[in-house]
């Protein structure tokens, strides 16, 4: 299951988000930047205060290229008693420098490398990290006036991300000016790939988005909501991760009763590298996507997030097909699309149509149905054909 890491700023702060569900209470100053570290004494008194009902983690800022002062900084912050400590890494500083200069500490600490969606980095630096002996890594932005994670970064290059610092050993986490309409598109509703560990918020916990503000309950609460899985049993010392993420998930059920809704993305254009013939391979062309999905409800009056089944997931799942590599047909897309909206065990029926619009005067194309067995089945993948509208158009 994917954790919820809360980030505040002192004792008060982590009350709330302690009341609220957080997996992960984190200690950082918003004030100092996206990784600023917060001061010893409030380190300190929220490890004291949460007293091992949760991991504790805490930033202790971003290497500036001076290794002995990393070092430093990374054992005071781990001294406070903390459970995972976190690390920046920017370029253009030698990464590999800062590594080696906390590897003997990943051994006995557990050290969670932070880099940001907004910079570039080399391709070994997963490896780096992994070699040294670091528990996790961490995806987040640094300029937070420049836009969210999302906006620097596609859902399936994140997916990547994740799966890439899994295939290392690593603890993975996604945070960056998150917030709630942000949680499903990096939350599959199935057990996909690029499902990360923990997913980390602070602006969205505050009223208004105001990061530098204070934690408020109400916006604490509304995340907590929409990442699926128990609340977390309060204990009195010893919770560890391993057990948090464990826990089960219980989400939101369905009512046939309600009936359902339609949810629809038209006239949405990728260029897709798609064709049987010969001249059609290696020269993307334009593609229309127009889907509707039949999605039950869980209420007759929504109001937040976890109540609704989001078109972002759908233009999401399209994006992460087309980005695969080429297709011969069309139908084969088509079906591919129906296949990944049924994954969501609230759609009970989706009509996907794909249109090739370089190939003649008009749009040539395939427009299919596709039905879940029963809204109810334990096998969200298990789908029948119901209609298959258009002739093969590959």
């Known amino acids: 299951m994917t954790l919820m890491l809360a980030s505040v700023q002192n004792r008060q702060e982590a009350e709330i988000a302690l009341q609220a569900g957080a997996d992960i209470i984190d200690l950082k100053d918003p004030a100092r930047g996206a ?5 010893i004494r409030q380190i300190t008194d929220v490890v004291g205060f949460v007293s091992g009902r949760r991991p504790v983690s805490a930033a202790c800022g971003e290497f500036s290229g001076d290794p002995a002062a990393l070092r430093a900084r990374v054992e005071e912050v781990a001294a406070t008693g903390v459970d995972f400590v976190k690390i920046g890494f920017l370029p253009p500083y030698r990464i590999a420098a800062g590594v080696e200069a906390l590897a003997d500490i990943a051994g006995r600490k557990r050290l969670i490398a932070v880099l940001f969606a907004d910079h570039r980095y080399e391709e070994s630096v997963m490896t780096s990290f992994a070699k040294a002996g670091f528990y996790g890594i961490m995806l987040d932005t640094n300029d937070k006036s420049k836009g969210r994670l999302l906006d620097h970064m596609p859902p399936d290059e994140i997916s990547d991300f994740v799966d890439e610092g899994r295939r290392h050993g690593l603890m993975t986490g996604l945070a960056g000016s998150l917030e709630a309409p ?18 980390g ?24 909501a929409l990442i699926p899985g128990e609340r977390p ?72 997030m976890h109540e ?24 084969t897309l088509a079906e591919q699309t129906a296949a990944f909206i049924l994954e969501n065990p609230r759609v009970a029926r989706v009509v996907v149509r794909v249109e090739k619009l370089e190939l003649g005067p008009g749009g040539v194309g395939v427009q299919i149905e596709r039905k879940r067995e029963s809204a109810r089945s334990s096998n969200p993948l298990r789908v029948v054909s119901s209609a298959d509208g258009g002739r093969k158009a590959g």
């Open 35 to 39: 990784l600023g570290s917060a001061d």
């Open 182 to 199: 942000d949680i499903p598109r990096l939350l599959p509703s199935t057990q996909h790939k690029g499902k990360p560990d923990f997913l």
């Open 201 to 224: 918020f602070r602006g969205a916990l505050c009223k208004d988005l105001a990061r530098n503000g204070d934690i408020d309950a109400e916006a604490t609460g509304k995340i907590r």
């Open 233 to 304: 049993v309060e204990k009195p010392a010893g919770a560890s991760l391993e057990l948090l993420a464990a826990r089960g998930y219980f989400p939101g059920t369905a009512d046939d009763s309600l009936g359902t809704d339609q949810i629809f993305v038209r006239d949405f254009v990728l260029p897709v590298d798609i064709g049987a013939y010969r001249f059609e391979h290696g020269k993307p062309q334009k593609v229309r996507f127009d889907v509707t999905a039949d999605v039950l409800r869980v209420t007759r009056d929504p109001k937040d």
């Open 308 to 331: 609704i089944v989001s078109y972002d997931l759908i233009m999401d799942g399209i994006r992460s097909l087309v980005s695969h590599g080429h297709v011969d047909l069309v139908e």
